[in-house]
């Protein structure tokens, strides 16, 4: 089921690309993120807890401003895993600093672990970030206000999770460069 989520995950990402608009500017193919995270919890009794770990988060750009991506991360705590899969859409809202914000949603996949008993349930995530352009290719990426909500045990769990990390961006060449 993972494997036909993914692949028409990829198959819509590949068609929008074909159907989005030609651009005046050249845009590039996306990049590749990755870094710290840490996330708070709301347990079933109201008390929250703390976990971190790590993420890798892929984009693939359709146009200057709309893209898709896909999000891998574990988080670690005491006696605690948990493996995250997300894939949705973004917004980057581009100007002309190297400055960059944008907004994301999209539904996924979170394995938890805790004593050897192991869960699966869908989850949600939405929020915003800031890319600040260092170089050409790399950014320094931060994404201070995510949520993520999930559905363990048939309970809703709201999750509030902070990241950052960099990302290497991959550019288009230009006619120029070939």
């Given at each position: 089921?993972?494997?036909?989520?993914?692949?028409?995950?990829?198959?819509l990402?590949?068609?929008?690309?074909a159907v989005?608009?030609?651009?005046?500017?050249q845009?590039?193919w996306?990049?590749?993120?990755?870094?710290y995270?840490?996330?708070?919890?709301?347990?079933t009794?109201?008390?929250w807890?703390?976990?971190h770990g790590?993420?890798?988060?892929?984009t693939?750009?359709i146009?200057r401003?709309?893209?898709?991506?896909a999000?891998?991360?574990?988080?670690?705590?005491k006696d605690?895993?948990?493996?995250?899969?997300?894939?949705?859409v973004?917004?980057?809202?581009?100007?002309?600093?190297?400055?960059?914000?944008?907004?994301f949603?999209?539904?996924?996949y979170?394995r938890?672990?805790?004593?050897g008993?192991?869960?699966h349930?869908l989850?949600w995530?939405?929020?915003?970030?800031?890319m600040?352009?260092?170089?050409?290719?790399l950014?320094?990426?931060?994404i201070?206000?995510?949520?993520?909500?999930?559905?363990?045990?048939?309970?809703?769990?709201?999750n509030?999770?902070?990241?950052?990390?960099?990302a290497?961006?991959?550019p288009?060449?230009?006619?120029?460069?070939?």
């Open positions: 089921m993972k494997f036909k989520f993914v692949v028409s995950f990829i198959a990402a590949v068609s929008c690309s989005a608009p030609a651009q005046e500017k845009i590039d996306g990049s590749v993120g990755g870094g995270l840490s996330q708070l919890t709301e347990g009794t109201g008390d807890t703390s976990t790590w993420y890798v988060l892929p693939f750009n146009n401003q709309v893209g898709v991506f999000d891998f991360a574990n988080l670690y705590g605690e895993n948990v493996h995250v899969e997300f894939y949705g973004f917004h980057g809202f581009g100007n002309k600093t190297r400055l960059t914000p944008f907004i949603t999209g539904p996924g979170i938890a672990s805790s004593a008993t192991i869960s349930s989850g995530c939405g929020g915003g970030g800031l600040i352009r260092l170089t050409r290719r950014s320094f990426e931060t201070p206000v995510e949520y993520v909500i999930n559905t363990a045990n048939g309970n809703v769990g709201n509030i999770v902070a990241r950052a990390g960099f290497i961006t991959f288009k060449r230009r006619s120029s460069d070939k």
